[in-house]
């Protein structure tokens, strides 16, 4: 008898043991799984909005990766000519890459007045973003004012009495403003600020300078 | 003889012992499936937070990443070259289109009025140094030759450049370039004493000058005297300033 309801017990304890694991069990079935967004429960709404959040993140993603090539495509894949004015030193580049490098002379940064204090020229070289605007062989030197004036000679009215031959190397490359870069004959004084704003290179380098430039070449001075 | 005298009472004690016992696993059991139910709300809930945490941090970042780089690319589309400030990391480079043609060590760095931004284009207008620089002069007539004398005995160069100034740029915003000593040209001590003199001249021009309020906006910043010569020296007439982080 005693055994009997003993057992009984033992019956009801599973029993509710047994329903306890299954009454467990069902409240875990409607979870859905992870990255499921379409099944519901309690973390409907929060999931919903994760999946709206992902697909933000996935969008702003490629959004970014666009940007950054686009950054990196701004760079130009062809012929470059970098002037590092501090140092003195002109580089031709393919894309990233160094085809030639050399020493270089820029501007002296002198002031020069005419006698009648009227006009006045300072010898910089500009900085800033430049364009080959045309590159000729065995050039031709058009003196200016200022360099009559330097030499304390009268400035001619006729425009041939300008002309110098030889002066300028064998190539001259034109990149705006009357600036030049251009071979030279004071050789020993490359690498010193020496120039009326012209870049001066040696004839080497300027070889190469002229072989790769094209109208349109970017020049960067600096 | 007592067992003999209460079989019911027996009978009775052992019903409820199996009552009490059967109430008790039902109760052990209600308890086992609130926690379960619970920790696995929880469960769910931390995962579910943390994925989302997790994805918010990922999409904060994207989005700085991509206002940093669409201010760059305004200025990278223009040929020009630029300068980048990056005020938390002090970074300064002069860049054309995305490549760093020079880069600049920022001792130190202080932001003075406007309110925070991640990344904004500034254009720069006017460099005002804030001492004289003096220009050699040619006198008329004494030729190419003794220009080029000149010129190397007396070289023109960053060394010549002013190593204080400001950075007009549109709308009331301004760098200020100021110098410390440069480390290679002295030793510690004198160093010291230098670069104590010049944040000292600094703020009493600051304080006493007529024109401290010009700028609505604008950011000091302390480079080495070498640097800061060379960065004058380097820039063209007009240029765009990409700041970053000015928090």
């Not at chain 1, 033992?10 to 299954?22: R, T």
């Not at chain 2, 139910?37 to 579910?48: D, E, I, L, N, P």
């Not at chain 2, 200025?75 to 990056?86: H, I, M, V």
């Not at chain 2, 480390?183 to 160093?191: A, H, K, M, V």
Request: glycine share 8%.
């Amino acid at each position: 008898m005693a055994l009997g309801k003993l057992a009984r017990a033992i019956l009801s304890l599973s029993l509710c043991l047994g329903s306890c694991v299954l009454l467990q069990s069902c409240s875990k079935s409607p979870v859905p799984a992870q990255g499921d967004p379409q099944k519901g429960g309690a973390t409907a709404a929060p999931r919903g909005d994760v999946n709206a959040l992902r697909s933000q993140t996935r969008t702003l993603e490629n959004k970014v990766q666009k940007l950054e090539q686009a950054l990196a495509h701004q760079y130009p894949g062809g012929p470059v000519i970098l002037v590092d004015t501090s140092r003195s030193q002109i580089t031709l580049q393919l894309g990233m890459r160094i085809i030639v490098q050399g020493t270089c002379s820029t501007g002296n940064g002198m002031e020069l007045a005419d006698a009648a204090g009227k006009r006045s020229w300072t010898f910089d070289t500009p900085r800033g973003f430049f364009r080959v605007v045309s590159k000729v062989a065995n050039p031709v030197w058009l003196r200016p004012d200022w360099s009559f004036i330097e030499e304390g000679e009268p400035i001619p009215k006729d425009p041939s009495k300008r002309a110098m031959a030889n002066v300028l190397g064998d190539y001259a490359i034109a990149f705006g403003d009357g600036f030049f870069l251009h071979g030279t004959l004071y050789t020993r004084l490359l690498g010193a600020n020496v120039t009326h704003g012209c870049i001066r290179v040696d004839d080497n380098t300027l070889k190469k300078l002229y072989m790769a430039a094209q109208p349109g070449t970017p020049i960067w001075i600096y | 003889m007592a067992m003999k005298r209460n079989p019911d009472c027996m009978r009775s004690h052992i019903r409820a012992r199996a009552w009490i016992a059967a109430l008790l696993s039902i109760l052990a059991a209600m308890l086992a499936l609130i926690v379960s139910c619970r920790s696995s709300q929880t469960q769910q809930a931390g995962r579910g937070l943390s994925e989302e945490q997790e994805l918010r941090h990922k999409f904060a970042e994207l989005s700085r990443r991509e206002q940093v780089l669409t201010a760059e690319l305004a200025l990278a589309r223009n040929q020009a070259p630029y300068l980048a400030l990056d005020v938390v990391n002090r970074k300064l480079d002069l860049k054309v289109q995305g490549h760093s043609l020079r880069s600049f060590n920022i001792v130190k760095i202080q932001r003075k009025g406007g309110s925070p931004f991640l990344a904004q284009n500034w254009l720069e207008i006017e460099a005002k140094p804030l001492q004289i620089t003096t220009r050699p002069r040619l006198v008329p007539g004494s030729g190419e030759a003794t220009t080029a004398s000149v010129a190397t005995r007396d070289p023109w160069g960053p060394k010549r450049m002013p190593a204080d100034y400001d950075l007009i740029c549109k709308g009331a915003q301004a760098l200020e370039i100021r110098s410390l000593a440069s480390e290679q040209s002295y030793n510690r001590f004198t160093r010291w004493i230098i670069s104590s003199y010049r944040q000292f001249r600094d703020w009493t021009r600051e304080v006493f000058s007529r024109n401290k309020s010009v700028y609505k906006e604008s950011i000091e910043i302390w480079l080495g005297e070498d640097d800061a010569q060379l960065l004058f020296w380097s820039l063209p007439k007009q240029f765009g300033i990409l700041v970053l982080n000015a928090n």
